[in-house]
């Protein structure tokens, strides 16, 4: 996984421009997040950043990590289900979720701007017509690991 240089300046810098401090708790979030290598959810993180920040609460790790979300520092992926993890990269790039353990993993594959055009050329335009404006997509991949069990990640992200 690419994740991130992790630069405490640019942090500062992101959630000052946003009307935000920046906490030594939302610091330990968001380098936990550059270093992480599957997407954590909160009290993943939580679980991290205590032995660290000894005082931190999971509330507080909630916070943090809506606080890096409106900032554009992370993205909140959604499950079905409610529960959500986060991802500090904010590249294009896709993923693939295991429906039995909930892992995310970044997809080792080009990302395609132009992917939602290729697969149907005048979708965007009939969107259009019903007043949607697409800014963006994502795609995740859904299935499940052999065994249940995501396999390691190596420092490539394979």
């Known amino acids: ?8 300046d640019a942090l500062r810098s992101a959630l000052e421009t946003a009307g935000r401090r920046c906490t030594p708790q939302r610091l330990a979030v968001y380098e936990h997040l550059g270093r992480a290598e599957r997407h954590p959810t909160a009290e993943e993180v939580y679980q991290s950043v205590k032995a660290t920040v000894p005082n931190i609460s999971l509330a507080t790790v909630y916070k943090a990590l809506e606080a890096l ?9 959604a499950a079905g289900d409610g529960s959500a993890r986060y991802d500090a990269r904010s590249d294009g790039h896709y993923h693939l979720r295991c429906l039995r353990s909930g892992s995310v993993l970044d997809l080792d594959t080009p990302f395609d701007p132009d992917l939602i055009a290729k697969l149907d050329p ?8 019903q007043g949607f404006r697409t800014t963006g997509y994502r795609l995740e991949l859904v299935g499940y690991f052999d065994g249940g069990v995501a396999p390691a990640v190596d420092e490539d992200g394979a």
Request: aromatic content about 0%; glycine content about 4%.
């Open 1 to 8: 996984m690419s994740t991130p240089e992790l630069d405490p």
């Open 69 to 77: 979300v409106a900032c554009g520092l992370a993205v909140r992926l």
């Open 122 to 129: 005048h979708l965007v335009e009939r969107l259009q017509k």
